[in-house]
């Protein structure tokens, strides 16, 4: 039997590469997107919500849930605690390269493998959420690049929207550099949203 607590960060960074590489797949990307069209389609094509709200609305909930998931499987405590004993490690590891106390540099020296040790089991923590989020993400993602307009759509009220900078602009139009328009909307709406949870929810960032 796999032991889960000594092999899960590693089977959540497989899984993780397996569903990224699964919007490469074009039949699996489309059959998913229908299936979610089935649930959010009605939305835009009898509620008449305009797609940069459904945008709006979708990346809202990807950024509670994601708040909620990395809040229950992260130990934010341990993490705050090891940062802050790492703080306190390499000021002190500074100060004693400074002064030339050799003796203290490869006493130190020791402490820093544990540190590392330390700071490596926080950062395989950070796996199965990620993997968890990408798989109550990707179905999200699949049904908007079903439903997107195609690009250079007329900028309407359903196809474009009017950002800061930019003015009015087709969601599928490139809005910096090579980002898409609507995955800069989804982003500032994300990440918007997940600001305010992670304050209520008094967790820290990744």
Not at 28 to 34: F, Q, S
Not at 41 to 51: K, N, S, Y
Not at 170 to 188: E, H
């Amino acid at each position: 039997m796999v032991d889960l607590k000594k092999h899960g960060p590693t089977l959540a960074l497989l899984f993780t590469m397996l569903v990224m590489l699964s919007y490469s797949i074009e039949w699996i990307r489309l059959t998913v997107g229908h299936a979610m069209d089935v649930v959010l389609g009605p939305f835009i094509d009898t509620l008449g919500v305009p797609f940069f709200v459904m945008i709006l609305i979708l990346s809202s909930i990807t950024g509670l849930y994601s708040s909620l998931v990395q809040k229950y499987t992260i130990d934010y405590e341990k993490m705050q605690e090891t940062q802050a004993k790492m703080k306190a490690f390499q000021k002190e590891f500074r100060e004693a390269q400074l002064s030339g106390d050799e003796k203290r540099i490869k006493k130190l020296q020791g402490k820093q493998e544990r540190m590392m040790q330390d700071q490596l089991e926080i950062s395989r923590q950070q796996f199965t959420p990620m993997a968890i989020i990408l798989v109550l993400s990707v179905p999200i993602f699949f049904w908007l690049l079903l439903r997107l307009p195609p690009v250079g759509a007329d900028v309407l009220l359903a196809n474009g929207i009017v950002l800061p900078f930019f003015g009015a602009i087709s969601l599928s139009d490139p809005a910096f550099w090579i980002v898409p328009a609507w995955i800069l909307w989804y982003m500032l709406c994300s990440l918007t949203v997940s600001q305010v949870i992670r304050k209520s929810l008094n967790i820290g960032g990744i």
